[in-house]
């Protein structure tokens, strides 16, 4: 049985009472549209490309609500990248920053640790150390693009501006470690949640070594590291060709001294090298720089001995989650005999060689590629 609701009903009704009507009107309808099928036709298009264009419209002004405001965040990333400028700042010497007491010759109390800073939102803070006679400056370039947050710190007395000063006089490369720890751990109390990566250049490396010793030692003294990067570790005396020439040095003649060290290389590029480096150094206090070299002289094994090398290395690698140590060509007859070495001992996946030169290391397109990689590793 059919169930007819009262609307079918009253449209029956409608139609029932005025069916005359209705099938005039429809007539006159399909005969319409009989004639003027193309104009409907046309109409029916035409509305439906206004529906569409509307929703184009709609979509492309979602569009460009969109880029707008893609536009203004870049724009006010490069804004605040602007604002993340390279500050040189200091950390000030303090009596109680030393557990052990100092020998008298070495006056550090009181004075001033710089370092260059350039603080980001990144989860990760590197911090930069430099090589024999140099300075913060050197990881500038890298430091103005590099997305972590990094610190370079400049060894006590290695400013030019601390040249002449007799507040800084020359102290041993292990005061020097003492210094260098106490900043890492300032910068890591400063930014507790951030992950600590640690790079050394040259010499630079051999301070790590120095801190590794020393946090081995003192281990409540040791901050939490995630990684670290060595370019071109010393050795033996076989890579110490210039500190070792600088060791020898006597700053009371400084011009004769770097003029000798100058007729060191027998290739142009080497030439090139050496003089961009004595360039650097000639206007720093030579006697802190001899000094220091004196002692990294001291620290390593004649030419063909290894021992020492692979003690220190380990003493690094215990304390980070993740160690890679590059060469550059400098070190290429070298590298063979360090990498067979390792694998004895089962060392991998630690040591790589880079077709670069060795201050090539501090160039800023270098340094955030390699370093980005680590922190991906």
């Given amino acids: 049985m059919i169930n007819n609701s009262p609307m079918v009903e009253k449209a029956a009704a409608f139609v029932g009472r005025h069916k005359a009507a ?31 264009a509307g929703g184009t419209l709609v979509t492309l002004a979602v569009a460009g609500v969109f880029s707008l405001a893609w536009w203004a965040r870049g724009l006010t990333e490069r804004r605040r990248e602007l604002r993340r400028e390279v500050v040189r700042q200091f950390f000030d010497i303090h009596a109680d920053d030393f557990e052990e007491d100092l020998p008298s010759d070495n006056a550090v109390i009181g004075r001033q ?66 210094l260098i720890s106490g900043a890492i751990n300032n910068l890591q109390r400063q930014y507790p949640y951030k992950r600590l990566t640690l790079v050394g250049f040259s010499v630079g490396c051999d301070m790590l070594f120095q801190l590794a010793e020393l946090w081995r030692d003192h ?34 003649q400084p011009l004769a001294e770097l003029k000798r060290i100058a007729q060191v290389p027998e290739e142009l590029v080497e030439f090139q090298n050496f003089c961009e480096y004595l360039h650097k150094i000639s206007g720093k206090d030579l006697c802190q720089v001899q000094r220091y070299a004196a002692d990294l002289w001291a620290y390593w094994e004649p030419d063909g001995q290894y021992e020492l090398f692979f003690q220190r290395l380990e003493r690094v690698r215990a304390i980070s989650d993740t160690t890679r140590v ?42 955030k590629r390699e370093i980005g990689a680590l922190l991906r590793a």
């Fill in 113 to 178: 640790l710089w370092y260059l800073e350039r603080t980001t939102e990144s989860s990760d803070l590197v911090v930069l150390l430099h090589g024999l006679g140099l300075d913060a400056d050197d990881f500038r370039p890298f430091m103005n693009v590099a997305r972590q947050h990094t610190a370079a710190i400049t060894l006590f007395g290695h400013n030019v501006e601390e040249a002449r000063d007799n507040r800084y006089r020359p102290i041993g490369m292990a005061l020097h470690a003492d």
């Fill in 326 to 367: 590059f060469f550059s060509m400098h070190f290429e007859q070298r590298f063979n005999d360090v990498v067979a070495r390792a694998r004895q001992r089962g060392i991998r996946q630690v040591f790589d060689l880079r077709r670069v030169d060795h201050f090539e290391f501090c160039q800023d397109a270098f340094l």
């Fill in 219 to 252: 281990p409540e003294r040791q901050p939490k590291i995630r990684s670290m990067l060595l370019l071109d570790p010393n050795i033996n005396h076989s890579t110490m060709v210039i500190s070792g020439k600088v060791a020898r040095l006597n700053p009371e």
């Fill in 22 to 52: 209705v099938t005039l009107t429809g007539g006159v309808l399909g005969a319409a549209l009989g004639i003027y099928s193309d104009e409907a036709r046309a109409v029916i298009a035409w509305t439906w490309s206004h529906v569409i």
